[in-house]
């Protein structure tokens, strides 16, 4: 299957400060990239929706200025948590499709990153 | 917002037996996807079923779609230790022409050697 990397696989921040979050797909240029969010013992959230060259999309209730998402090429899409609160502290995963409608193919993920804001 | 719900949460089977896990969905779909979990890791795709199929194989695992009961079963056979990990079925949401997997609370498989 494709290889998608995600980095870094863990990192512990200070409240306030930001953390970024890199998820490339490695063999196969990515139309689309979505990034989750995974509490303990829970399922993946989906976080927004990313478009290589477009604005991301985010589901209800995701702050569009606390997480911001660039897409600026076909195999690098990256998260960014700015002004960190301990409750943002959690499991991210990204993951990376051939195109956009899912018709035909799984989505490919990222190894995900553990954040933990002290 | 989830779109699927798997049950059971939790399975705790013997090395050697068979593991069934459910997931049913709401809305109409054009495939459904089973992933697989290791703790604190990414998700590995299992296999996709589209649905106009009614039971798909691979290997071990066997996939089955009832769209008029909008659910779906994963049995894994002989299960082995290495299979421990926690199992979630997810569909396809269209928005425009965008999809978006959208995933189910997840089965946690313990299987004892």
């Known amino acids: 299957g494709a290889v998608v990397s995600q980095h870094p696989s863990r990192v512990i921040c200070k409240s306030g400060t930001s953390v970024k979050i890199e998820c490339r797909s490695l063999d196969f240029q990515a139309t689309t990239m979505f990034w989750y969010r995974q509490f303990p013992k829970q399922s993946l959230m989906l976080m927004a929706t990313s478009n290589e060259g477009s604005k991301a999309t985010y589901e209800q209730g995701v702050e569009k200025d606390k997480f911001l998402i660039n897409h600026a090429s076909l195999t690098l899409s990256t998260l960014t948590v700015t002004s960190a609160h301990p409750e943002d502290s959690s499991f991210y995963i990204c993951?990376?499709?051939?195109?956009?409608?899912?018709?035909?193919?799984?989505?490919?993920f990222g190894q995900g990153t553990r954040l933990t804001v002290v | 917002s989830q779109q699927g719900e798997e049950d059971p949460q939790a399975l705790s089977i013997q090395e050697g037996e068979n593991a069934t896990m459910n997931c049913s969905y709401k809305?109409?779909?054009?495939?459904l996807q089973w992933y697989r979990q290791n703790s604190g890791r990414g998700l590995v795709h299992l296999i996709l079923i589209r649905s106009n199929e009614r039971e798909k194989h691979s290997g071990r695992l066997r996939v089955t779609l009832d769209t008029s009961k909008k659910s779906s079963s994963l049995l894994i056979t002989a299960s082995r230790a290495a299979d421990t990990a926690s199992y979630f079925c997810a569909t396809v949401v269209y928005g425009g022409s965008q999809g978006n997997l959208i995933f189910g609370k997840g089965t946690k498989l313990s299987v004892k050697p």
């Open positions: 993951s990376a499709a051939r195109e956009r409608a899912f018709a035909n193919t799984e989505a490919f």
């Open positions: 809305t109409s779909i054009n495939n």
